[in-house]
């Protein structure tokens, strides 16, 4: 199942929010769960980017 959703609408839009609760509904059954992301995430979520090299450098040190 692909889903894309805007998350701001979901205060005004209730296919969006039925959605939503259809996909909790889902997770909160299941046993094993996938979920695929873009490119980006690992920004937003405090992960260093592989592209800048300082940053992995100095991560590499910090664990040697």
Do not use: F, W, Y
């Not at 839009?13 to 997770?27: C, E, F, P, W």
């Not at 909160?28 to 996938?34: N, R, S």
């Amino acid at each position: 199942m692909t889903v894309t959703l805007d998350p701001d609408a979901s205060a005004t839009d209730s296919h969006v929010r039925r959605t939503l609760s259809d996909i909790s509904l889902a997770v909160a059954k299941g046993k094993k769960i996938v979920v695929v992301t873009g490119a980006g995430i690992s920004c937003s979520c405090g992960i260093p980017v592989r592209q800048n090299s300082v940053v992995m450098k100095e991560a590499l040190l910090s664990i040697l």
